[in-house]
């Protein structure tokens, strides 16, 4: 069964930091086959690409709202993904899917992405 779970959300004040990880499990692949990408949907709004990761970490893409705050990055032997989250704003605040693809257009968009986690929440509030 396919699973890919994320952790490390939680409640934080502007300003503060977070990680978030995701753990990808019972793929018949492993996750090096895969381009992988951190989405994000606040309550009312659709689904966004917030960064995004080519197989071999060669590539990357960053949302312009997160550009110098956020890093993706893998670790394919752990069969983990991270998204380093610095600076937090309260606009940061949803909740925070990992997802992955067999393609890449490097634009990070939903379309793309084939198997999705089942996110964790972000709050930023003072």
């Known amino acids: 069964q396919l699973r890919l779970v994320e952790s490390g959300g939680g409640l934080v004040q502007p300003g503060e930091s977070l990680r978030l990880s995701c753990a990808a499990s019972?793929?018949?692949?492993?996750?090096?086959?895969?381009?992988t990408g951190w989405f994000r949907q606040a309550p009312g709004k659709e689904r966004e690409g917030v960064g995004c990761i080519s197989r071999s970490a060669i590539r990357t893409y960053y949302a312009d709202s997160v550009k110098g705050r956020f890093t993706i990055s893998r670790d394919n032997a752990k069969k983990t993904v991270y998204l380093q989250m610095n600076r937090l704003k309260p606009e940061d605040t949803a909740v925070y899917y990992c997802?992955?693809?067999?393609?890449?257009?490097?634009?990070?968009?939903?379309?793309?992405?084939?198997?999705w986690g089942q996110g964790t929440q972000v709050t930023v509030s003072s």
């Open positions: 019972g793929f018949t692949l492993d996750l090096d086959y895969y381009h």
């Open positions: 997802a992955v693809s067999s393609s890449w257009s490097g634009d990070c968009k939903t379309l793309e992405y084939e198997y």
